[in-house]
């Protein structure tokens, strides 16, 4: 025992002459210096200076001010940065925007969390999920993820064929299949307002960049085959620019396992959640206005006549997806195929979504965008490494291999085994020497603390480094969620990676067709 406690005094020695001679140091709190002064034993100031100086040198790692990384990768910031909000007002009602992104962006959107008090007001109240069912519908949604990046029409194993035949036995009308093909929908978590038709009518959608089919509810829809939705239901037959996409158009045949054959001469949709959430209709398009003076003329989209599950105070999804049905591939000639969005980092602000904007990427650090030919719906890219607390982070380059989805509509990260426990193991160590108790886990987040009696807290900082360099240095926020980091591990090392929103709040995120960008601070 004796021998172990000298050890590791000597690896603290050697610790703080380090650090004595790469970093600056830094001065005592007032809190403690006010201490100190107390007792007679500091009673020169220089002494009590060189003393206090040794003492957090000895015992502490480096830390700075909140929001800068430090030469020792440490952050101070309050713990109501990563608290949940209870704020009841919008302290951001427009869309905040960098100014560096304004040079040619074309469309800006207000971005909102869906129950934040940023987001659309409901006439009936809508019950926010729990943060456990938030979690169920996470885990719904990464399974379906992980499933169609290796391979399987959607939760491991399962095959093309069988979401399609789920597709049509939902078009069909049947509802006994319960093929777990399907993407869990109660995780969506931000909402744009659009206006549909001629004459316009305001619809807030959810944003998702890892759908391809946009829909709305739409006339004829009585409950319960339509649920309670914020705005007046879509009524194709009072928009005077309202098309039926016909069952022969090629239109019809790109919605691929989506199509669910014809009703009279129209071509028939059907999206199905792995929650048991789905939307049945026909495909239709029409003028979508993004904003003032900025349209989709002929914008294609489902028009739901009968849909059931965790959509209630929505008026529908906007997919930003990479195949052809796709708000962003259906805007591409006029907006270049570029877009971006800026998750706000909490409930009571807004961010924004954008289409177009500069050709260059300049600001933003980039990393080039892959593709999983078994599902080339989702933004892929490669993760190559993490560092905790400024220093790397040893995990095997095989554990990245399946490279990682960039999704707005999954929660919590996830990362392959090795990669979260080496993770998890440096975060631990790193935290540990400031005392803070541990919480017992939260559902699927295992590494929490009760920060109940701190105002501050010094955190390690975390950062995810993907190829070409590329590195996102997430603040507070990004690397704690209800008191727990913030990550979680994939069914297996040979999972795809998947970047949830939690980690992207207060970045740009932009894409272009061939890299992937990110800029902090931008909302």
């Not at 100190?36 to 040794?54: D, G, V």
């Not at 978590?189 to 807030?204: K, R």
């Amino acid at each position: 025992m004796m021998g172990g406690r000298n050890r590791a005094r000597a690896q603290l020695v050697r610790l703080t002459f380090r650090r004595r001679v790469l970093s600056p140091s830094s001065g005592p709190s007032r809190a403690d210096a006010s201490a100190m002064a107390s007792s007679s034993l500091f009673a020169s100031p220089a002494r009590r200076a060189l003393l206090l100086s040794s003492f957090l040198l000895c015992f502490l790692p480096r830390h700075v001010a909140a929001g800068a990384a430090g030469a020792g990768g440490y952050v101070t910031v309050s713990t109501a940065s990563f608290a949940a909000a209870s704020s009841a007002t919008c302290d951001e009602p427009g869309p905040v925007i960098a100014p560096r992104q304004r040079n040619g962006t074309l469309a800006v959107l207000r971005l909102a969390h869906r129950h934040g008090p940023c987001g659309p007001s409901t006439a009936s109240a809508v019950v926010e999920p729990s943060f456990a069912e938030v979690q169920r519908a996470d885990q719904r949604r990464v399974e379906y993820i992980q499933g169609r990046v290796s391979g399987g029409g959607g939760a491991r194993g399962a095959s093309k064929g069988g979401l399609q035949q789920r597709q049509q036995q939902l078009a069909a009308g049947s509802r006994s299949a319960t093929l777990p093909t399907t993407m869990g929908v109660g995780t969506f978590q931000y909402v744009v307002t659009v206006s549909l038709g001629t004459p316009g009518v305001s619809q807030t959608m959810e944003v998702d960049t890892g759908s391809d089919v946009s829909w709305v509810q739409c006339k004829p829809c009585a409950a319960p085959a339509c649920y309670s939705q914020r705005d007046q239901l879509f009524d194709p037959a009072k928009s005077s620019t309202y098309s039926a996409v016909p069952c022969g158009a090629d239109a019809c045949s790109d919605l691929g396992i989506y199509m669910a054959g014809c009703s009279g001469s129209q071509c028939g949709y059907v999206v199905s959640y792995g929650d048991g959430s789905n939307t049945t209709g026909v495909y239709g398009s029409d003028t979508l206005a993004l904003a003032p003076g900025n349209t989709v003329g002929t914008f294609l989209f489902g028009c739901g006549h009968a849909q059931a599950g965790l959509f209630a105070g929505i008026d529908g999804l906007l997919a930003l997806g990479r195949q052809a049905m796709s708000l962003k591939s259906q805007a591409a000639g006029a907006y270049g195929g570029v877009f971006s969005y800026c998750l706000p980092s909490k409930p009571s602000s807004a961010g924004y979504l954008t289409l177009g904007g500069p050709s260059s990427a300049s600001g933003f650090a980039t990393t080039g965008l892959l593709t999983a030919w078994s599902a080339p719906t989702f933004y892929m890219v490669m993760l190559t490494g993490i560092s905790v607390g400024g220093q790397p982070v040893a995990v095997p380059a095989s554990a990245f291999a399946g490279g990682m989805v960039v999704d707005t509509g999954t929660v919590i990260t996830r990362l392959p085994p090795a990669a979260y426990a080496a993770l998890r193991s440096a975060f631990r160590g790193a935290i540990a020497p400031y005392g803070y108790p541990s919480a017992p886990a939260n559902g699927i987040l295992d590494t929490c603390y009760d920060f109940s009696r701190y105002g501050v807290v010094t955190l390690p900082t975390v950062a995810l480094t993907f190829s070409g360099g590329a590195t996102l240095a997430l603040e507070a926020p990004g690397i704690l969620s209800s008191g727990c980091l913030a990550f979680a591990p994939n069914g297996g090392d040979g999972d795809a990676a998947i970047l949830g929103n939690v980690q992207q709040r207060s970045f740009a995120v932009r894409f272009d067709g061939g890299t992937v960008g990110f800029m902090p601070g931008a909302c």
